[in-house]
T-cell receptor, first 115, second 114 residues
Framework: DAGVIQSPRHEVTEMGQEVTLRCKPI?????LFWYRQTMMRGLELLIYFNNNVPIDDSGMPEDRFSAKMPNASFSTLKIQPSEPRDSAVYFC?????????????FGPGTRLTVL | AQKVTQAQTEISVVEKEDVTLDCVYETRDTTYYLFWYKQPPSGELVFLIR??????QNEISGRYSWNFQKSTSSFNFTITASQVVDSAVYFC???????????FGTGTRLQVFP
């Protein structure tokens, strides 16, 4: 079975440019999470969706960040305009509801470098 | 506030040694879930185990074992007879029951030398 798929795996861009990160959750999973990992702040949750609806976006750092989930199999995280401090690894994770397990399965991550 | 503390920043061992990674958590919830994830040098996060607050049985899976003790709010992870392939960063995480968030510790980097 395919796991969580993220693209691109690496992105290098210049300050001020728009960046779009993409995620395809595991088929049948109805929760989707976006995390950011940095040396300074560790792993932090940015936003999560349930059935394509954003549930909690309190971790989104500022208005430059936006996330969408137009359907059950696709989500995007957009940064516009990007800044050097946005450099990090961005992970997407998914899980299935209806089971008392709650484990999240992570994608391989997108390493973003903003110059 | 809910919090996960992994006090060991980095541990180095020689192959075949046993090693224990500590995890201490804080929560006011009576129902909660704890997790361990592994992040190898390739960067992905791999789910290892989940434990709920009602089940204090220790668990063993091959060379891995977990010791959950509510009395000390700890959920420690032991690798027996460590191998070089165990080298990774290991994260402990706590699930908040009302928001579905995972609160991660800062991770412990384990280096196993041949």
């Amino acid at each position: 079975d395919a796991g969580v798929i993220q693209s691109p795996r690496h992105e290098v861009t210049e300050m001020g440019q728009e960046v779009t990160l993409r995620c395809k959750p595991i088929s049948g999973h109805d929760y989707l999470f976006w995390y950011r990992q940095t040396m300074m702040r560790g792993l932090e949750l940015l936003i999560y969706f349930n059935n394509n609806v954003p549930i909690d976006d309190s971790g989104m750092p500022e208005d430059r960040f936006s996330a969408k989930m137009p359907n059950a199999s696709f989500s995007t995280l957009k940064i516009q305009p990007s800044e050097p401090r946005d450099s990090a690894v961005y992970f997407c994770a998914s899980r299935i509801s209806g089971r008392a397990s709650f484990e999240q399965f992570f994608g391989p991550g997108t390493r973003l470098t903003v110059l | 506030a809910q919090k996960v503390t992994q006090a060991q920043t980095e541990i180095s061992v020689v192959e075949k040694e046993d090693v224990t990674l500590d995890c201490v958590y804080e929560t006011r919830d009576t129902t909660y879930y704890l997790f361990w994830y592994k992040q190898p040098p390739s960067g992905e996060l791999v789910f290892l185990i989940r434990r709920n607050s009602f089940d204090e049985q220790n668990e063993i899976s091959g060379r891995y074992s977990w010791n959950f003790q509510k009395s000390t709010s700890s959920f420690n992870f032991t690798i027996t007879a460590s191998q070089v392939v165990d080298s990774a960063v290991y994260f402990c995480a706590l699930r908040e029951t009302d928001t579905d968030k995972l609160i991660f510790g800062t991770g412990t980097r384990l280096q196993v030398f041949p």
